[in-house]
């Protein structure tokens, strides 16, 4: 599952110097997990948005506002996700290569795998945003709270 997602990210961030991160992150299920949360999840966040009537915002005269903090405090939820699940992919790893190349000042393995996490938490971050911009315009159409938003 991982070849669905790898292009994508490694599109942005690949660098031949450290394959041992890329082959970590594409062999394991980094990227598999990394993708889902840039596609799926934003979807399972908008849901409760548009259906679920026990929320405080179930009022479909709340406007705009309301639905842009709601993709913004998903955006964050998103961030930290894939902040932890790429550290927790790429840190907390038994493949005693890539902890060698992790723990070797000389080769800066560890510099540039905390860089690319925060690439890949932010790239996860803004996408987040426009999947669930993109989908709110499919999901308004079959909601009755918010059929008007965002407009």
Do not use: C
């Not at 406007?63 to 927790?88: D, E, P």
């Not at 426009?130 to 709110?136: A, N, P, Q």
């Amino acid at each position: 599952m991982s070849s669905i997602f790898a292009p994508f990210y490694e599109l942005f961030f690949f660098a031949p110097n450290y394959q041992l991160i890329f082959n970590q992150l594409y062999q394991g299920p980094g990227y598999f997990w990394m993708g889902i949360l840039l596609t799926l999840f934003p979807v399972a966040l908008l849901i409760p948005f548009y259906w679920d009537y026990k929320f405080s915002f179930r009022n479909p005269y709340y406007g705009v506002k309301t639905w842009i903090l709601w993709l913004l405090v998903s955006a964050l939820i998103i961030s930290i996700l894939t902040y932890l699940f790429a550290y927790q992919f790429i840190f907390a790893t038994d493949n005693d290569n890539l902890n060698l190349a992790l723990n070797d000042p000389n080769l800066k393995y560890e510099e540039y795998a905390k860089y690319l996490i925060w690439m890949y938490t932010l790239l996860n971050g803004f996408g987040s945003l426009v999947v669930s911009f993109i989908h709110s315009l499919w999901m308004k159409q079959f909601s009755k709270l918010h059929i008007h938003i965002p407009f």
